[in-house]
């Protein structure tokens, strides 16, 4: 793979290996193997007792919303029967698909419904992995013959690294030479965006996120939103943080290294500048809300609340960039227009 560290592709002569590798945070040394057959052949023997997905999949469960772009890119949502909540879907098809009663909520995590999703029989469960926990629900899929994938796009660290997990989809659908093409025009897009803002003499400081409680939970300096700041042409405040996963901050600590900040983004469920004054006072004072320099990552929304940023962005990180430089460097963009995200009012 060009970026992504978290799958790999063997191609032998009658079936294709997909590995997943680390599929889960802080894991390490953990690898899954998916073994592909074509429908129209006969499983190898020496694949017995493996992982076999049969392919072209044709039924296909999704448990996370961020493997759905991959589906809308390769024109295959006719696939998907079953997702776990139609609230957090923003893909205006599939919507109809639910309501059309060819799509069910099959529930995540603890509260998978496997009743109901035995019953739309899936070639192939698409999940995740947030802990070894996981093992748990690949194991009890296993007994039912379930075919299982973990998909570990989210722990990539570079936004095309992510994109790049549109050829582990397409492997699934038969489609890898329409996967490949779809990722090197993407890639293209992004570098070409990315070079325009390389040489700025000024790199705006850029705050991200929104406090819980009393924490800040900060996505860490080698994290992927870090590294899409820093290929849009601003400095991210804790970009000197080595970490690719989110780490504790205290709001005090923020507020210090805040006054800095030219702008804010990413602003969590803050609709509005009131929104962000009514969690705490204290942000009236911070620059970014002063000249109203705040823009949330939440412009295509559905109804129920889902956001295609975690869809159609991971697909299209291209465009997340090019709205990053029209807000950091407006002078380099030409028609303005954000596509992903929004200015708070």
């Known amino acids: 793979m060009k970026y992504a560290r978290g799958f790999t ?47 072209p999949v044709r039924r296909v469960v999704c448990l996370s919303t961020t493997q759905l772009g991959f589906l809308e890119a390769l024109n295959e949502t006719s696939s998907l029967v079953g997702i776990p909540d139609i609230n957090l879907v923003s893909d205006s098809s599939i919507i109809q698909r639910y309501h059309d009663n060819k799509l069910s909520e099959v529930g995540y995590a603890q509260s998978l ?50 994109c790049e997990w549109i050829k582990f989809v397409g492997a699934i659908y038969g489609k890898q030479a329409a996967s490949k093409k779809w990722f090197n025009r993407i890639d293209s897009s992004y570098r070409q965006i990315k070079d325009e803002v390389a040489d700025v003499n000024y790199r705006p400081k850029i705050l991200a996120g929104l406090p819980w409680k009393d924490s800040w939970w900060m996505a860490g300096g080698e994290s992927n939103l870090a590294n899409l700041v820093r290929d849009a042409g601003g400095e991210y405040l804790w970009h000197g943080n080595t970490s690719r996963d989110a780490f504790v901050v205290s709001i005090e600590d923020v507020f210090m290294k805040a006054k800095s900040a030219d702008f804010w983004i990413n602003s969590g469920t803050a609709a509005s500048i009131k929104d962000l004054r009514s969690v705490d006072g204290r942000f009236s004072s911070l620059p970014p809300v002063k000249k109203h320099a705040v823009y949330n990552n939440n412009a295509r929304t559905s109804a129920g609340g889902g956001n295609d940023y975690w869809e159609k962005g991971v697909v299209r990180p291209d465009l997340i960039l090019k709205d990053l430089v029209t807000i950091f460097h407006s002078d380099k963009v030409t028609d303005g227009k954000l596509y992903f995200y929004r200015q708070l009012n």
Do not use: C
Request: aromatic share 10%; charged share 20%.
């Open 9 to 55: 592709i063997e191609d032998f002569k009658t079936y294709k290996k997909l590995t997943v590798l680390n599929p889960w945070q802080k894991s390490s040394g953990i690898s899954y193997s998916y073994y592909l057959v074509p429908r129209n052949q006969k499983v190898p023997s020496l694949l017995k007792g493996k992982n076999i997905v049969r392919i």
């Open 113 to 162: 419904n496997y009743e109901l999703l035995l019953s739309l029989k899936p070639d192939l469960v698409l999940t995740y992995g947030v802990d070894g926990e996981v093992s748990a629900q690949l194991n009890k899929l296993h007994d039912l013959g379930v075919p299982v994938m973990l998909v570990g796009e989210y722990l990539e660290s570079t936004p095309m690294a992510k």
